[in-house]
């Protein structure tokens, strides 16, 4: 009865259904009923929480609203709607389509890989108190009391525990409370927090303004406290020299040590006052607010604005420090000023927080920050600071396409050639250079592309005027291109002239550059001790036990690493195999470089960054600050030394072994190699001093070597383009990778050469493979590789994606495919 009287009262009310994107990698999306009480909460963007499955709980974001009900099952209610507006826009919606449609994943995923983690709370999500802040109980409801009482006894609660603990099926919308409340934190998503820079700056109190004060103050200390004196007259000296006073200058200044110091601002006669400050050139900025352009930046400026009217991408290829950053500032003045946001993508941030203060200095709040470095609280404050347009300009990693613009006029792309923008796992593994020129086109919005050796794909649309193309030749202010010298490794090594792996040249110019106080930077594509530990009598290597890798040995840890999987185990000094004592280690990564280092030259402060040395809290900045205030001589690293790296006193720059960049079994091995040399060298000599660069190879005359000498990016092109199009690679034809992998290798066999051959079937011999890529065994499954080959021109690639989801999905209905995982990679990088 009082189901009828319930449905009567309400039969004049509107039945809605809505479609919702869950966080799963699902081939479609849901329909939910929505209960009449919550007809008027519901909206297109908006979170819900919605039963998938027999128990789990999921927050969904609702994709449309509808009135007719789903044909093939019968719809369940919606629980709950979590926001009071919409934190996803529906033009976002499209994005989240597009790029599943593209790189051939699900909307789900892309919904995983958009949204901060809090967004997304679902049964098994984890929950813990927020070490960072204080909770006053007295201010808390009896659910949430209960939350954080249960917290105390155990740190983690997933919320299907908290579901028991309450009693009661819906307890998202008391998490959200209490998240937003930063009493909790979502742990799966809990990242170091990026800390800035803090410098401490003095000031006088004041009250000592008066003259007489002051003098009565410096007499006193000079009679009871002079050290204290000292410290006080040091700061008015300084004080009339420079507008900041830091404290490390006052205590330089006046011989104090910091135990003075804080006396004086305990007896507040000093204030001491923390600022954030840049990690690279804070000095500098002052002077860079009025900065002009010189004629050629002028020029290009120019070129870019006057090629945006018929072009929306063009393609800025400026040599390394031409002064590319001071035209970029340019254009997000002038976008702002028409009333427009911006989005500057960066490859990596950790590396170039000097381009966060430089924005800074010019938009100040007007400027976020996101990247993956933020905490999970940071990220949704951004999130919702962009969808309530309190930023008009984002700097960002790759994931910053994601957030919520409404409208956006400019999006630059710095480095656009760096590999960092492709995202390789878990899916949707997208380029963020490409999603953000699509995203840019949804807006009407322009694109620059900045790079010194841009990507071949880029290049060439510059050349075929699909894209615009302006061009700086020169350094900025000047500055002469470093000089380079090639060494050869076999010349050296008969005249016995080698010093471990150094030649003689490279030790030469390493210890003429101590000598000068000045810096150097090394430049090894691997870390660890040694990649291989061999015996010499059987020839046994150790091995990954899930991996088709051999272990690299690392001293620091003395033991052997696996560098996909994780897996070590200790290292040997007796061969499992024959018993032979006879083991040693061949090649050499950056450790081996630091430690033979440390005995070749004992006076230089040496340091290493890779990611063994930057996994900590902060390390990155810690070793960039230390390098800023050359308290490193010689910085060791793998490729983060090529980005983002720029300080006066870096005068050498040497590539130890530029042959394991050439010989990479890769279709782009000379592009990259090209790209990875030319950035490195682009370290040395940015600031008015000349710089030299070595590589040390066993092939002095290797093309890409002379190229790069002559910093001819033309030349490689030209050469390269040709073989490109002769044997069907990007940017004539378009690559998707399908990666079929198995726990077991023979079933791995028959299901790979099924899903080829089915696919042959559609695309005939644009069908290679399948193959066992260059690792064959990753975490205990085994790989094959299916490439297909398109051409750019004349073949549908939507109509190619939708067969191979067809293959891909028929594939996953034959019992053939059971325990296979297949994964799609479109454009692999």
């Known amino acids: 009865m009082l189901e009828l009287a319930d449905t009567h009262n309400t039969s004049s009310r509107k039945t809605w259904f809505a479609e919702v994107v869950l966080p799963l990698a699902i081939a479609k999306n849901y329909t939910y009923r929505v209960p009449f009480e919550l007809n008027d909460a519901v909206a297109v963007g908006k979170r819900v929480v919605v039963q998938f499955g027999k128990s789990k709980l999921y927050t969904a974001v609702i994709h449309s609203l509808t009135e007719r009900a789903p044909e093939r099952y019968e719809a369940k209610y919606l629980m709950d709607v979590l926001d009071d507006s919409p934190i996803v826009t529906e033009q976002q919606l499209q994005f989240w389509q597009w790029l599943a449609d593209y790189y051939l994943c699900y909307t789900g995923e892309v919904m995983n890989a958009a949204l901060p983690a809090a967004f997304k709370l679902a049964s098994e999500t984890r929950i813990m108190l927020n070490p960072d802040e204080s909770v006053d109980r007295s201010t808390l409801h009896d659910k949430e009391f209960l939350i954080v009482d249960a917290l105390d006894l155990q740190p983690e609660l997933t919320i299907s525990d908290i579901v028991k603990l309450l009693g009661q099926k819906i307890v998202m919308p008391v998490l959200k409370t209490m998240f937003e409340k930063n009493i909790i934190h979502i742990s799966e998503a809990v990242n170091e927090k990026y800390k800035p820079r803090k410098r401490t700056y003095i000031k006088l109190n004041p009250i000592y303004s008066d003259p007489d004060m002051l003098r009565a103050l410096f007499t006193q200390l000079e009679r009871r406290a002079p050290k204290q004196a000292d410290a006080v007259l040091a700061f008015i000296k300084l004080s009339r020299e420079q507008e900041l006073v830091s404290k490390n200058d006052l205590m330089e200044a006046s011989g104090a040590n910091a135990a003075v110091v804080k006396t004086l601002t305990d007896k507040q006669i000093l204030i001491a006052e923390e600022k954030n400050v840049s990690r690279l050139y804070y000095e500098n900025f002052e002077e860079a607010a009025t900065f002009q352009l010189n004629e050629a930046q002028q020029g290009a400026l120019d070129s870019i604005r006057q ?182 490794i076999t010349e050296e090594t008969k005249r016995k002239t080698m010093q471990s792996h150094f030649t003689s040249v490279l030790m030469q110019d390493m210890q003429q550059a101590l000598n000068n106080k000045e810096q150097v930077i090394l430049f090894q594509n691997r870390r660890g001790y040694a990649p291989v530990l061999i015996c010499r009598v059987c020839a046994f290597t150790p091995r990954c036990i899930n991996c088709d890798v051999s272990l690299t040995y690392h001293k620091s840890s003395s033991h052997l690493h696996c560098h996909y999987c ?30 033979e280092l440390s005995i070749l030259l004992p006076e230089a402060r040496i340091a290493r960054m890779d990611l063994d040395t930057t996994r900590a809290r902060n390390a990155y900045q810690t070793l960039l600050n230390d390098l800023e205030e050359k308290r490193i001589d010689i910085l060791v690293g793998t490729q983060m030394v090529a980005k983002g790296l720029d300080f006066s006193d870096v005068t050498v720059v040497a590539i130890i072994n530029a ?78 990778q399908l990666y079929v992998k198995h726990k077991d290798a023979e079933q791995l066999y028959h299901q790979s050469e099924y899903l080829a051959n089915e696919l042959r079937k559609h695309f005939g011999e644009r069908v290679i493979g399948p193959e066992f890529p260059l690792i064959s065994r990753i975490r205990n499954m085994y790989i094959k590789s299916i490439m297909l080959k398109f051409e750019k021109d004349s073949v549908s690639i939507a109509k190619v994606k939708l067969l191979i989801r067809e293959v891909i999905l028929q594939f996953q209905t034959t019992k053939l495919s059971k325990g296979c995982i297949v994964q799609p990679d479109v454009d692999p990088y």
């Not at 290049?459 to 000089?483: C, D, I, W």
């Not at 897996?567 to 018993?579: I, L």
């Not at 060298?681 to 000349?690: I, Q």
């Open 307 to 488: 090629q945006f009217q018929e072009k929306d991408v063009v393609l800025l290829h400026g040599v390394t420090s031409s002064g590319k950053t001071q035209i970029y500032i340019r254009l997000v003045e002038e976008a702002i000023q028409a009333g427009k946001q911006v989005l500057y993508l960066l490859p990596e941030i950790a590396l170039t927080t000097h381009v966060i203060e430089r924005l800074r200095k010019y938009f100040g709040n007007d400027i976020g920050v996101y990247h993956s470095r933020f905490n999970d609280n940071e990220r949704v404050e951004v999130w919702h600071r962009v969808l309530n347009h309190q930023y008009k300009v984002i700097l960002g990693a790759r994931s910053s396409v994601f957030l919520p613009f409404d409208n956006l006029g400019l999006i630059i792309i710095d480095e656009e050639h760096e590999t960092s923008y492709k995202q390789f796992d878990p899916a949707p593994r997208y380029n963020a250079r490409d999603a953000a020129i699509y995203l840019a086109s949804r807006y009407q919005a322009k694109v620059l592309l900045g790079s010194a050796t841009p990507a071949f794909e880029t290049y060439f649309n510059a050349r075929n005027h699909k894209y615009g193309f302006a061009e700086l030749t020169e350094r900025f202010g000047g500055v002469s291109m470093p000089q380079i010298e090639v060494v050869s």
């Open 659 to 736: 042959d394991s960049l050439l010989k990479y079994p890769d279709y782009r091995a000379n592009e990259r190699s090209f790209q990875m040399l030319a950035q490195v060298s682009g370290r040395a000599g940015r600031r008015g001093k000349t710089g030299k660069v070595v590589i040390q190879t066993y092939n002095p005359h290797h093309r890409v070597i002379e190229q790069v000498i002559a910093n001819d990016y033309k030349d490689l092109y030209l050469t390269e383009i040709d073989e490109r199009r002769n044997f069907k690679y990007p940017p004539f034809y378009r690559i998707i």
């Open 566 to 595: 994780g897996y070590k185990e200790e290292s040997m000094t007796v061969c499992p195999a024959c018993g032979s004592t006879h083991l040693e280690y061949k090649g050499f990564g950056t450790e081996k470089i630091e430690d």
